[in-house]
Protein backbone atom coordinates (compact mmCIF):
# COMPACT_ATOMS: atom_id res chain seq x y z
CA UNK A 1 0.00 0.00 0.00
CA UNK A 2 1.07 3.77 -0.62
CA UNK A 3 1.33 6.03 1.99
CA UNK A 4 0.17 9.64 0.95
CA UNK A 5 1.86 12.73 2.58
CA UNK A 6 -0.80 15.37 4.08
CA UNK A 7 0.23 18.06 3.46
CA UNK A 8 -1.08 20.59 6.24
CA UNK A 9 -4.40 22.54 6.18
CA UNK A 10 -4.52 26.20 4.86
CA UNK A 11 -6.27 28.71 6.24
CA UNK A 12 -7.83 30.84 3.08
CA UNK A 13 -9.93 32.38 5.18
CA UNK A 14 -7.05 33.31 7.52
CA UNK A 15 -5.10 34.45 4.45
CA UNK A 16 -8.04 36.38 2.80
CA UNK A 17 -7.83 38.58 5.91
CA UNK A 18 -4.44 39.08 6.02
CA UNK A 19 -4.36 40.23 2.58
CA UNK A 20 -7.12 42.48 3.20
CA UNK A 21 -5.60 44.19 6.29
CA UNK A 22 -2.62 44.55 4.27
CA UNK A 23 -4.22 46.43 1.55
CA UNK A 24 -6.15 48.48 3.62
CA UNK A 25 -2.87 49.15 5.62
CA UNK A 26 -1.19 50.49 2.72
CA UNK A 27 -3.98 52.71 1.82
CA UNK A 28 -4.17 54.39 4.82
CA UNK A 29 -0.78 55.22 4.86
CA UNK A 30 -1.02 56.98 1.71
CA UNK A 31 -4.27 58.72 2.71
CA UNK A 32 -2.63 59.68 5.96
CA UNK A 33 1.03 60.37 5.89
CA UNK A 34 1.37 60.25 2.58
CA UNK A 35 -1.12 63.32 2.08
CA UNK A 36 0.80 64.51 4.84
CA UNK A 37 4.05 64.39 3.53
CA UNK A 38 3.04 66.08 -0.16
CA UNK A 39 1.19 69.08 2.41
CA UNK A 40 4.48 69.55 3.98
CA UNK A 41 6.44 69.81 0.68
CA UNK A 42 4.30 72.06 -0.75
CA UNK A 43 4.38 74.05 2.61
CA UNK A 44 7.79 73.59 2.90
CA UNK A 45 7.62 73.21 6.71
CA UNK A 46 9.16 69.85 7.35
CA UNK A 47 8.36 70.13 11.20
CA UNK A 48 4.73 70.29 10.32
CA UNK A 49 4.77 66.40 10.20
CA UNK A 50 5.01 66.15 13.81
CA UNK A 51 2.66 68.80 14.34
CA UNK A 52 0.01 68.73 11.61
CA UNK A 53 -2.35 71.99 11.97
CA UNK A 54 -4.45 73.54 9.18
CA UNK A 55 -2.63 76.88 10.53
CA UNK A 56 0.93 75.22 9.55
CA UNK A 57 0.15 73.09 6.72
CA UNK A 58 -3.19 74.62 5.13
CA UNK A 59 -5.93 72.84 3.50
CA UNK A 60 -5.21 69.14 2.97
CA UNK A 61 -7.07 69.14 -0.63
CA UNK A 62 -5.09 71.80 -1.54
CA UNK A 63 -1.75 69.79 -1.79
CA UNK A 64 -3.31 66.94 -4.14
CA UNK A 65 -2.52 65.56 -6.37
CA UNK A 66 1.98 65.71 -5.72
CA UNK A 67 2.44 65.71 -9.03
CA UNK A 68 0.57 66.71 -12.37
CA UNK A 69 -2.62 68.54 -12.97
CA UNK A 70 -5.67 68.47 -10.79
CA UNK A 71 -7.83 66.67 -12.96
CA UNK A 72 -10.33 63.62 -13.18
CA UNK A 73 -7.69 61.68 -15.66
CA UNK A 74 -4.78 61.87 -13.38
CA UNK A 75 -4.82 59.05 -11.42
CA UNK A 76 -2.85 60.17 -8.58
CA UNK A 77 -6.14 62.40 -8.00
CA UNK A 78 -7.63 59.05 -7.82
CA UNK A 79 -5.16 57.36 -5.65
CA UNK A 80 -4.49 59.86 -3.28
CA UNK A 81 -8.13 60.96 -3.40
CA UNK A 82 -9.71 57.77 -2.00
CA UNK A 83 -6.81 56.54 -0.24
CA UNK A 84 -7.65 59.94 2.14
CA UNK A 85 -11.26 58.95 2.32
CA UNK A 86 -10.29 55.29 3.39
CA UNK A 87 -7.77 57.04 6.18
CA UNK A 88 -10.57 59.53 7.42
CA UNK A 89 -12.53 56.19 8.74
CA UNK A 90 -9.75 55.26 10.50
CA UNK A 91 -11.20 54.76 14.04
CA UNK A 92 -14.07 52.15 12.65
CA UNK A 93 -11.11 50.40 10.14
CA UNK A 94 -8.66 49.67 12.89
CA UNK A 95 -11.50 48.07 14.55
CA UNK A 96 -12.92 46.01 12.38
CA UNK A 97 -9.37 44.71 11.08
CA UNK A 98 -8.49 44.29 14.90
CA UNK A 99 -11.30 42.00 15.28
CA UNK A 100 -11.30 40.03 11.79
CA UNK A 101 -8.11 39.26 12.40
CA UNK A 102 -8.16 38.49 15.77
CA UNK A 103 -11.34 36.01 14.52
CA UNK A 104 -8.91 34.66 11.80
CA UNK A 105 -6.33 33.99 14.83
CA UNK A 106 -8.14 31.95 16.26
CA UNK A 107 -9.59 29.86 13.05
CA UNK A 108 -5.61 29.60 11.81
CA UNK A 109 -4.43 28.27 15.02
CA UNK A 110 -7.24 25.35 15.26
CA UNK A 111 -6.31 24.76 11.65
CA UNK A 112 -2.45 24.71 11.80
CA UNK A 113 -1.60 27.24 9.47
CA UNK A 114 1.45 28.54 10.98
CA UNK A 115 2.57 30.98 8.18
CA UNK A 116 -1.04 32.62 7.85
CA UNK A 117 -0.62 32.45 11.86
CA UNK A 118 2.85 34.37 11.63
CA UNK A 119 1.11 36.96 9.25
CA UNK A 120 -2.03 37.55 11.14
CA UNK A 121 0.23 38.31 14.12
CA UNK A 122 1.97 40.73 12.23
CA UNK A 123 -0.94 42.76 10.15
CA UNK A 124 -3.09 42.45 13.49
CA UNK A 125 -0.56 43.88 15.67
CA UNK A 126 0.02 46.53 13.43
CA UNK A 127 -3.31 47.51 13.41
CA UNK A 128 -3.47 47.39 16.63
CA UNK A 129 -0.84 49.92 16.63
CA UNK A 130 -2.29 52.13 14.17
CA UNK A 131 -5.47 52.13 16.54
CA UNK A 132 -3.43 53.25 19.29
CA UNK A 133 -1.47 55.62 17.56
CA UNK A 134 -5.04 57.15 16.39
CA UNK A 135 -6.06 57.44 19.74
CA UNK A 136 -2.99 59.88 20.95
CA UNK A 137 -3.02 63.32 20.80
CA UNK A 138 -0.87 63.01 17.53
CA UNK A 139 -3.24 60.95 15.72
CA UNK A 140 -6.61 62.77 16.74
CA UNK A 141 -4.64 66.11 15.67
CA UNK A 142 -3.93 64.29 12.17
CA UNK A 143 -7.31 63.14 12.02
CA UNK A 144 -8.68 66.34 12.32
CA UNK A 145 -6.70 67.69 9.85
CA UNK A 146 -7.75 65.21 7.22
CA UNK A 147 -10.71 65.72 8.09
CA UNK A 148 -10.44 69.59 7.32
Known amino acids: MSRQDQAPAASFGGRVVVSAQLLMLA????GSFGVLL???LHAGDFPAVLDPRLERLGDPKDSLPPAGP???WNPL???FG???VVAMFVYPLA?????LGVAALIRTWRTG???AFGWLVVSTGVWFAVAALALTPYGTQLHGWLLD
Open 27 to 30: VYLI
Open 38 to 40: VAA
Open 70 to 72: DSV
Open 77 to 79: VWV
Open 82 to 84: ISR
Open 95 to 99: SVTVV
Open 113 to 115: DRK
